[in-house]
Each structure stands twice: as C-alpha cells, then as structure tokens.
C-alpha cells in the first residue's frame, strides 16, 4: 500500500548550505513507513549519494518528477537504524 508523504520539504527558497541538514533532520524523525516529499529546483541525485553513505538500505527514493524547473522526489523510512 501506497501512502501520501506526510511531510513535503521544500527547499527552492532555502540557502543551499542549509538544504541537506534540513532534509536530513526531516528524514531522521520518520518512523519506518513514513515518507516525506521533496521539491527542488535542480536534480538532487548528490543529496542521493548522500543518503546512501548515511543512510543505506534504510530509505527508498523515487523520482516523481524529473525538471526542468522542478524535481519531485518521495523518499521512503524502510527501516531504522535502531529497529
């Protein structure tokens, strides 16, 4: 079952510097089957690659939309870190 991200995180407007700490805080407070959905202006596939060296198997990615002015990902909490 599919469920509707209960966070959108929004990071067109926010300082570059503060993205990633912001997406991660985000991120780390999601309980195993929660998600959260991310909107940027450019393709985060950097922020991916980031994900897998901290995070592994613990999350699922989906590119919902691919710019050119917008990218749309859903990141899934598959697991944690602790369970």
Same mark, same amino acid.
């Given at each position: 079952?599919?469920?509707?991200?209960?966070?959108? @995180?929004? @990071?067109?407007?926010?300082?570059?510097?503060?993205?990633?700490?912001?997406?991660?805080?985000?991120?780390?407070?999601?309980?195993?089957?929660?998600?959260?959905?991310?909107?940027?202006?450019?393709?985060?596939?950097?922020? /991916?690659?980031?994900?897998?060296?901290? /995070?592994?198997?613990?999350?699922?990615? =989906? /590119?919902? =939309?691919?710019?050119?002015?917008?990218?749309? @990902?859903?990141?899934?909490?598959?697991?944690?870190?602790?369970?």
């Amino acid at each position: 079952m599919t469920t509707t991200p209960q966070t959108t @995180v929004d @990071v067109r407007t926010i300082a570059p510097r503060d993205r990633h700490p912001l997406i991660f805080g985000t991120f780390s407070r999601l309980l195993p089957g929660e998600a959260l959905l991310l909107l940027n202006d450019h393709d985060p596939k950097p922020l /991916y690659n980031q994900f897998l060296a901290e /995070y592994g198997g613990e999350f699922r990615w =989906e /590119y919902l =939309e691919s710019g050119p002015d917008l990218w749309r @990902v859903r990141i899934d909490r598959i697991a944690s870190c602790c369970a």
